[in-house]
Structures are given as structure tokens and as C-alpha cells.
């Protein structure tokens, strides 16, 4: 998903996002959710999270960021 597309979502849910980067964002949502802040935090591609919006991106960008 696309910054722009997140940024979106949070301010239709009434959040201010801001210029915030894509982790970021997301973990502000998440927090704003009442879930786990864990966005990109995924080791070996494992996470109980099995309904989270972000996952597909998240396995990604933990990939990217622990590699």
C-alpha cells in the first residue's frame, strides 16, 4: 500500500497523519486501533496478527528493514 493511500485511511478514520513515514503512520494507526504497534517487527515471516490490514506490507518491510 501507498503512502497517500495510508495517509487517506487515517484521516477518514479522523486522524491527523501528518508527514509521517510509512512505518510510522501505520504504527500510529495501529496504536490508534488499540492493537500492537508491531508493524514491520515480522521475524521470519511469522506473526499471529492474521487479520491485520498491514500484514502483507509488513512482511515486506520487515524483510527490508532486517536484512
Avoid at 503512520?25 to 521470519?44: D, H, M, S, W
Avoid at 515471516?45 to 528493514?65: E, H, I, T, V
Amino acid at each position: 500500500m501507498q503512502v497517500e493511500e495510508i495517509r487517506a485511511i487515517a484521516r477518514q478514520r479522523g486522524l491527523k497523519p501528518g508527514k509521517l513515514k510509512k512505518l510510522e503512520l501505520i504504527r500510529y494507526l495501529q496504536k490508534e486501533e488499540g492493537n500492537p504497534q508491531c508493524f514491520a517487527t515480522a521475524v521470519n515471516g511469522q506473526c499471529d496478527q492474521l487479520d491485520c490490514l498491514w500484514r502483507k506490507d509488513c512482511f515486506a518491510a520487515a524483510r527490508k528493514l532486517h536484512s
